[in-house]
C-alpha cells in the first residue's frame, strides 16, 4: 500500500460526474463526520462478524447432515454456499452502495445477516436451512465488497491501520467461527432436551453477535449520509476493469485463496476426523489454521505498505500451501498440527490480497470497482472449491485425488501473486489503455 495519493484523503480526486450524490464538499464533510474510534469500533465489529456464519459449519457439518438428513455429495452444496454466495451477491454489491451509499448500503446488509443467522438454526429440513444461510451470507458478500472501499473512502492517513485491523479481525472471526462451533455445540447439547440439537445453538449465538456492528453501522450511516465516491475526472476508471492484468491476477489470487479457505473451513475437520482424530480436536487444528491468518492479517498491509515487491513472499505462500496439501496426504493425523501451521501460513495470502485491493488503486471510486470485480469473481472461482472436494470425494471414497488437486493449487495461487507482488496501479493501467 502506497504512501502516495492512493492513501490519502481525495476528494478534489474524486469529483463527482453529473448527477452524483457526493460532491468534494460532501466528501470533506462526510470525512470528519467520522471519529477516529467510531471508526475503528466499525471497522473491527463488522469484520469479526463476516465469517463465523461461514466457518462455524464445517466442524458441525456431520451433525448438522445427521440432523437435517443429507448426504455427502449435498452436503457440498452447503460447503459452497459462502463462495458462490459471495460471488454471485458481490457483483451488485458496488451498485447498491453506489445508490444507498457505502455506510448505509453497509448497515442493510447487517440486517439480513442478523435474520439469516438467527432464523436458520431453527430450520427442520435442507430446504429451509440452505436458503437462511444463503440469506445470511448474501448480507456477508455485500460487507465483503464494500468495507474495503469504505477503508479507502474515510481511512485517509489511517487507511493501513484501518486495513490492518480489517484483516485481522476478518480472520479473527473466522477463527473464532471454526475453533468453538464443536465446543459450543457440545455445551448446549449438554443442557437442552435434544443433545443432537446442540449445533443449532451453537449457529445461533453468531447472529447475536452481529447485532452489535448492525448497531455501530447505523450509526455511521447516519453520520454520513451518501458517502459513495465520485468518479475521478475523465471518468478513464469507467473503462473495464478487465483491461488491467494487476485486476486480473489479483482476481485470481483472492479466488485461489479463498477456494483453498473455505475447503479448509468445510473439509478439513472432516479430513481430520476421517484420519481418527477427535471432533473437537479436527475443529481445533482447523483454529489454528484459521488463528495463524489473524497474524497475516497484522502484519500484511505493512509489509504491502513498505515492500518494493512482494514476490518472495508469494513463492511462500504458493509452496507453504502446496506442502500442506502433501502433508495432509501422506500423513494427517501423525503430523496433523504440522500440516495445520503450513496451511496457516500459506493462508497469509488472503489478507494479502484484501489488503491489495486498496493499496493497488489510487482513487476511492477505483478501489470501489476493484473491491467489486476481484471479489465477486474470486468468490465464484472459490465455490468451485468445496462443490468439487464433496462431489470427488462422494464419487471416490478417498481423499487423495482431492489433495492432490488442492496442492496443484497451491502452485497456481504462487504465480498468480507474482504478477501483483510489485507497485503497480489499476488506475494507471486502465488509463493507459484509452
Known sequence: MTTDPGAAPEPAASAPSSGSASSPLRSRTAARTIGFGLAVAAVVFIAFSL???ATALGPVLAEISASLGIDGSVAGIITALPGLLFGLVGFVAVSLGRRAGLSLSIALSLIIVVLGLLLRPVADSFWVFVPLTALALAGMAV???LVPAWIKRHGGTRTVALMTLYSMFLTVGGSAGSGLAAPLAEVAGSTVSIPADGWRWSLGFWGLVAVVPLVLWLVVARRTGHDFPGAPPQALPDRPLR???TAVFLMLLFGLQSMNAYVQF?????MYRDAGLEPNLAGGLLS???ALGVIGGLVMPT????SRTLAPWMIGFGAMTTSGWVGMLLAPAEAGLL????LGLGGFAFPTAIALIPARSRSPHVTARLSGFVQPYGYLVAALGPFGVGLIHAATGSWT???ILLACSGVLMGLAGLRVSGRVFVDDEIAARQ
Open 288 to 290: 489454528v489454521v484459521a
Open 401 to 403: 485425488p482431492v489433495l
Open 339 to 342: 500440516w495445520a501451521v503450513l
Open 143 to 145: 460487507g465483503n465488497v
Open 243 to 245: 483491461t488491467s492484468p
Open 51 to 53: 465469517r463465523p456464519g
Open 266 to 270: 468445510g473439509w478439513l475437520p472432516q
Open 303 to 306: 509489509v504491502i505498505d513498505r
